[in-house]
């Protein structure tokens, strides 16, 4: 092997917040892969527009299902893990004539798809440039701290079943709710049974052109993918 697999967190949405790394890395890339859904662009390779050096090869890896099947039925899995075999052992060998960079939103390990080809892939092959996570860019743009002295951040998916969602809302005293989408509804309800509905904020494409911040109560309607609801902390202050 000459090369790598680089996935490169391309941090919350504006592309002043690429890391230096992340963009030597980019500008040097020769092939640049990209997970995206089929027949759309793909939010990673948007945020990169005017980026890519030329003459690099662009890979887009087309999910073979995203929503069309829910998250317990067996055939999700099933129907996913071959497509993450293939591109994890296309990407190990591409690297025998260089580097392969990735493109990744926010930060790779933070519920990023790249971990699935990264789990597939030797140790020695893979690197990784961290990003600023989306929910950072989030909380910034509702222009509050999201905790303070020793409050306790909890970071959950909205596709928790209801009654655990409350309990763990309940419980903590700053919260980051991601993946929400259809699970809008049922998250409303959690935050309702804990008291804490009123408190909630929405932001929507943060940091992106779109950027929206409200308070959740406001909304009635569906809400984007790239959305996270957010409470701050009030904790412990000098």
């Not at 859904?37 to 073979?64: N, S, T």
């Not at 222009?143 to 909205?158: E, R, Y």
């Not at 049974?193 to 929206?212: I, K, N, Q, S």
Request: glycine letters at 10%; aromatic letters at 6%; proline letters at 9%.
């Amino acid at each position: 092997m000459t090369g790598k697999v680089i996935c490169i967190g391309l941090g919350p949405g504006d592309p002043e917040l690429l890391s230096l790394r992340a963009l030597r890395r980019l500008q040097s890339a020769r092939v640049v892969a990209y997970f995206r859904k089929a027949g759309r662009p793909g939010q990673a390779r948007r945020m990169v527009e005017g980026l890519i050096p030329a003459g690099a090869e662009e890979w887009p890896m087309e999910y073979p299902v995203t929503t069309e099947i829910p998250l317990a039925d067996p055939a999700y899995a099933a129907t996913l893990a071959p497509f993450y075999d293939h591109w994890a052992a296309r990407l190990h060998a591409a690297c025998r004539t260089g580097d392969v960079v990735v493109l990744c939103e926010g930060d790779p390990f933070l519920y990023g798809s790249f971990m699935h080809l990264h789990s597939r892939l030797p140790h020695e092959a893979v690197e990784v440039v961290p990003g600023i996570p989306g929910m950072a860019g989030c909380w910034t743009a509702t222009g509050l701290p999201i905790t303070w002295g020793d409050d306790v951040l909890t970071v959950l998916p909205a596709t928790l079943p209801e009654p655990e969602l409350t309990r763990r809302i309940a419980d903590t005293d700053a919260l980051v709710v991601m993946k929400i989408g259809r699970n809008l509804d049922k998250l409303r309800r959690a935050l309702a049974a804990a008291g804490r509905l009123a408190d909630a904020w929405l932001v929507e494409h943060g940091t992106m052109p779109a950027e929206r911040v409200c308070r959740l109560a406001e909304v009635a309607g569906p809400v984007p993918y790239f959305s996270i609801v957010l409470l701050h902390g009030k904790g412990r202050r000098p």
